[in-house]
């Protein structure tokens, strides 16, 4: 009787796998844009260790940007990248084009992660990575909160923890979130 339970629970521990596995290979095919227009996933970040943040350039938290360039600066040469997804669900704070957002982030904080094209992260027209991330069946229920929202993907594609927009980004506990995940 013992081998069958045995049997069981490799079975059950296998599906949990696949299952889990599946979960990564979805959230890595979703397509989004770059701000350049062009089409791509994280799918094209595998084996990198992925900081998936709602930016505005009109926001209180603004700022973060400092803090998100010093974080990929430090970290990118280890397999670690910042992506910058513009929002303006939240009071109109990132209302302008794509051209201006680039602009804006490259001479004010001299950004060099990638950015994104402008998204939705909530509401009917959420995109479907933040529905992935943050729906009802998603890996952190609940709508973002605000401007600088944070989602940390690990190397398998897997979403490995959030951090809500006023913790900053070089912050001890992000950063040493970053640190294990590049292990």
């Known amino acids: 009787m013992r081998p069958l339970f045995a049997a069981i629970a490799i079975a059950i521990a296998f599906a949990f796998a696949l299952v889990a596995s599946a979960s990564a290979a979805e959230l ?27 930016t505005a350039s009109k926001c209180g938290l603004t700022a973060q940007y400092e803090a998100l360039e010093a974080v990929y600066d430090k970290y990118s040469k280890k397999g670690f990248v910042v992506l910058g997804f513009p929002c303006n669900d939240f009071g109109n704070q990132e209302p302008g084009t794509l051209g201006e957002i680039g602009e804006f982030c490259k001479t004010k904080f001299d ?3 990638p950015l994104m094209d402008k998204v939705h992260v ?13 729906g009802e ?34 912050s001890a506990e992000i950063t040493a979130a970053i640190e294990k995940a590049l292990e």
Do not use: C, M
């Open 28 to 54: 890595t095919a979703i397509p989004f844009k770059t701000i350049d227009g062009k089409e791509t996933s994280l799918a094209a970040y595998k084996g990198k260790v992925v900081l998936v943040v709602n």
């Open 122 to 134: 909530k509401g009917a027209e959420q995109h479907p990575l933040y529905a992935a991330l943050t």
């Open 111 to 113: 950004v060099s992660f």
């Open 137 to 170: 069946k998603g890996a952190f229920p609940g709508d973002v909160k605000w401007n600088f929202g944070k989602f940390l993907i690990g190397k398998d594609g897997k979403p490995l923890a959030r951090f809500e927009p006023p913790q900053k980004p070089d």
